[in-house]
């Protein structure tokens, strides 16, 4: 078990070292440079900064050195914990992310917990109520909103229920300059933003949840014991909810986690649709003045959130089920 579970540690080491040689390749391999970088606007060479100040400045960060020699550096300053400075915000990058981090984890957070108990739920009715009305209704919008990219869905969100009927607002984390009267209502205020990007996220994850606890609980419902619960004339919320779902919960545990890696790439286009002060966002600020810097550094807590979830999973479900050790 021990020999397994090092063997498993390494496969994911080895995975993160790929992963983070491409992140360091990746961003040189754009065209531009942080002092030299396409307008978005005009589709023209930008150039904020003489040549003089461009080599000085490329020669302090070691911007001037062979592509070997930087990545030498850049695997020295990681195993020393140093993700390093970002080029145009001035900060360590660690400080820049850890201000941005707490935005993305809470709709993360809520959109993994939601989706996955709204999936559950209606999972476990479809498959008790299998090819009846509501299986089949259930079945059909689950597929069609699964195959819809995330940021339409908030786009269609945005146009409906911020822009035409104004019932939340059209961007941001909380409103700006804004002078609350007490604590209460700054959380409210952060809550009427974050609901748009929260139940974006939750509705594309929710076809998931429902697909797996359907399967399930079709599954478990076959077998004898669940034939024993119906012939004792037990309630149908009973039988499914006590008896079935705890016997169908394994797969869905495991799912939880993966599905917590996966959200917060999901996370990265639902921020920017929303315009949400999330890391996300701050991925695509940096990759439009080409921060190698602070690129690297987005990228490898993407890269880590989605190893770790991966593994942890991966781990609960050996515990789970001993059949799988």
Same mark, same amino acid.
Request: hydrophobic share 50%; charged share 15%.
């Given at each position: 078990?021990r020999?397994?579970?090092l ?6 080491l080895?995975?993160l ?12 391999l754009?065209?531009g440079?942080p ?15 003489s040549?003089?100040?461009i080599?000085?400045y ?50 993360v957070?809520?959109a993994i ?6 999936g ?9 109520n299998?090819?009846?009305?509501l ?5 059909t ?11 339409l ?10 822009a ?18 007490s604590f209460?209502?700054?959380i409210m205020d952060?809550?009427h933003?974050?609901?748009l990007? +929260? %139940? #974006?996220?939750?509705?594309? =994850?929710l076809?998931?949840?429902?697909? /797996?606890?359907?399967?399930s609980? *079709?599954? +478990? %419902? #076959?077998?004898?014991?669940? =034939?024993?619960?119906?012939a004792?004339? /037990?309630g149908?919320?009973?039988? *499914? ?7 169908a ?37 940096a990759v ?6 602070l ?23 050996r515990?789970?089920?001993p059949?799988v050790?």
């Open positions: 078990m020999k397994r579970m063997a498993k540690i390494s496969e994911y080895m995975t070292l790929v992963i983070i040689t491409l992140n360091f390749f990746i961003p040189r754009m065209p440079d002092f030299t970088f396409l307008s978005s606007d005009e589709g023209q060479v930008t150039v904020t900064y040549e003089e100040q080599a000085k490329k020669a302090y960060y070691g911007l001037d050195k062979p592509i070997l020699v930087q990545y030498t550096s850049y695997i020295s300053n990681l195993l020393r914990g140093n993700i390093g400075y970002s080029i145009y915000y001035n900060d360590h990058v660690s400080t820049i992310i850890g201000k941005r981090i707490r935005w993305t984890i809470s709709i957070i809520a917990v939601i989706s996955s108990l709204t559950i739920v209606l999972g476990s009715l479809s498959a008790w299998r090819n009846g009305v299986d089949k209704g259930l079945y919008l689950m597929m069609t909103l699964s195959e819809i990219p995330a940021f869905i908030g786009i269609g969100f945005l146009f409906i229920l911020a035409k009927l104004g019932w939340f607002p059209l961007a941001g984390g909380m409103k700006s300059f804004a002078n609350y009267s209460a209502d700054r952060i809550l933003h974050a609901f990007p +929260v %139940l #974006t996220l939750s509705v594309v =994850r076809g998931e949840f429902y697909l /797996l606890a359907r399967n609980m *079709i599954s +478990v %419902l #076959t077998k004898d014991y669940m =034939r024993t619960a119906r004792k004339g /037990l149908k919320m009973r039988i *499914i909810f006590r008896h079935g779902l705890k016997n919960m394994l797969p869905i545990v495991t799912r939880v986690f993966l599905s917590l890696g996966a959200l917060f790439g999901g996370a990265i286009l639902v921020e920017n649709v929303f315009h949400y002060p999330g890391v996300g966002r701050l991925m695509r600020e439009m003045v080409r921060d190698y810097v690129v690297q550094g987005i990228f490898l807590l993407v890269a880590i959130t989605v190893l770790t979830m991966n593994l942890i999973a991966d781990i609960i479900y515990r789970l089920d059949r050790s």
